[in-house]
Every structure is written in C-alpha cells, then in structure tokens.
C-alpha cells in the first residue's frame, strides 16, 4: 500500500502543475506553457496508471472496489479522454478547466479518511472471475489477474464518467463564451477559447462518447447483480440513480437528434447531467447507502 500511496503523493502533485501550466497558458498565451503542459499530462497520467497497477499488485484483485480506487481510475480516464480530444481538435486551452476538475477529482481522493484508502479483500459476493479468463492466463501463472463482471462493470461506467466530466467542464465554457458572442462583447481571455459553436459539438462528442459506456456498465452491473444477489435488479440507490443519469443523457442525446436541441438547453442539460453523476456517486455512498456503496 506504500508504495501506490507514493504514486498518489507524486500524481496529486503533477495534477496540481498540470493544471497549473494549462491555466498559465491560457493567460499569458505562450506555446512552451501548452507543450509543457500537455509534456506533464502525459507525466500524471503515467503516474496515475501507476497508481491502479501498484494498488492491483497489493490488493490482488482489480482497484475498482473502494472510493479512493474508483476516484483514481476517474481521474486515469478523464485524463486519458482529454488526451485524445487535444491530439484530435489541438485545443489546448481547454485543458485550463478539465486538468482543474482533474485536480480537484484528485484533491478530494486525498480527503478521503485513512480506512477508505487501505487495501481490504473482496467480500464473497465481489469476488467473481471469468473462468474461461482464467484458464487462458493460468499457463502464464497469471489467473489471479483474471478480470470479472465486478470489473468489467467499474470500469465502462467511470470511463462512461469521464466523457461526462469532459463535457460538463465544455458546457461551463460554452455558457460563459457564448454570453459574451450573443452581447458582442469582446475579452481576450474568453476569446482564447474556441467559438461556442465549436465548443458545443466537443460537448455533444463528449457525452456521444460516454453514453455507451454507462449504458454496458448498467448491463454489466445487472448481470454481475444476478451474480452475486440473485437479481438482475432491486431498485437499491445505486441502480435507481443510475438509471436517472442514463435517463438524462439519453434525453440529451434524444433532444439533440430528433429536436436539434443545441447551445444553452443541451449545456443546461449537459451540467445537470453531470451533478446527477456527483450525486450517484459520492451522494449515494454516503446519505443513501446500499448494496453499492462505496462508502
């Protein structure tokens, strides 16, 4: 556990410089400043791989089961979407909100009390492996790195996350930027980000992304619930949240390609969205517990 703590230490750190190099570089407009910074995203995400990797060797099973393991792989994923949507779009700019969310993603795992950080054994009812999985890495001696439904489930639904908080920091961008586009003002700090239009299809990318993956994480999750309680589906916090933020998303998606909803009602949405995510995931650990709460 040390030592995936160590990673954390250097990782919160390279977030903070991270975030701190893309805002400098949206003030001051300076190229080295975006290099270096996407130089350091690539640092922190490598850092935070880390993270998972040290924490599954220490745990011996997958870092998806606790509150502090899930914030890290949000972070890995976020991380990892912004990466292509930069490579794709060269917006760097946009980096000065998302690698902020990054860090205060990573600041509130930081928070977290000691005994949510420790490394404990999967409970009976979390420990379930695909047999034919293992069977194909047990002449490796590599069976015990068998993944199951409990981590097929995690994963797809936080990188279903990520597309999320992706968009969510886009839609804050496009309501201030198109504020000052629809009243003809002009600032030269708003003006560094791209034009609202732009931004919005980023956004809707975003979410266009991130909804299949919620979508296999609910399905997974069912399946994994048959599993481990004996029902695709009890109506526990967890499940009725989540269908919730799929209901929102499936809307946003809906509105926008039958209705052509665009601009302010699909950023509106977008954020709301999104505080549903907040909501499912630290809300229902810990003032609605059940079944899945991390807490």
């Not at 996350?161 to 201030?176: D, V």
């Not at 979508?215 to 069912?222: Q, R």
């Not at 994994?224 to 989540?242: H, L, M, V």
């Amino acid at each position: 556990m040390i030592l995936s703590l160590v990673f954390f230490t250097f990782s919160f750190a390279f977030y903070l410089i991270t975030a701190f190099l893309y805002l400098g570089h949206w003030v001051f407009k300076k190229k080295w400043l975006g290099q270096t910074a996407t130089a350091m995203c690539f640092v922190a995400l490598g850092s935070t791989t880390m993270i998972l990797i040290t924490r599954a060797s220490e745990s011996g099973h997958a870092p998806f089961s606790n509150l502090y393991e899930s914030m890290v792989l949000f972070v890995w994923a976020t991380n990892l979407g912004y990466l292509i949507m930069e490579y794709k779009h060269k917006f760097k700019v946009i980096g000065s909100v998302v690698m902020t969310l990054e860090f205060l993603a990573m600041l509130s795992a930081s928070l977290l009390p000691y005994r949510f950080k420790s490394v404990e054994p999967l409970n009976p009812a979390l420990q379930n492996k695909w047999h034919w999985l293992m069977s194909a890495l047990a002449p490796f001696g590599l069976e015990k790195y068998a993944i199951g439904w409990l981590d097929f489930h995690v994963f797809t639904t936080f990188v279903g996350y990520a597309g999320f908080a992706i968009a969510f920091g886009l839609s804050i961008i496009y309501l201030i930027k198109e504020r000052f586009e629809s009243g003809g003002r002009r600032n030269a700090f708003i003006d560094a980000f791209p034009d609202s239009r732009t931004i919005d299809e980023l956004s809707y990318r975003s979410i266009a992304w991130g909804f299949p993956f919620l979508a296999v994480g609910i399905v997974s999750g069912a399946v994994w619930a048959n599993y481990a309680w004996g029902t695709y589906w009890s109506w526990d916090p967890k499940e009725t949240w989540s269908l919730i933020t799929w209901f929102i998303y499936a809307a946003y998606l809906h509105a926008r390609v039958t209705r052509g909803w665009r601009g302010r009602r699909a950023a509106y949405l977008s954020i709301a969205g999104f505080l549903a995510v907040i909501f499912l995931y630290w809300g229902v650990s810990f003032i609605l517990p059940g079944l899945h709460a991390y807490a």
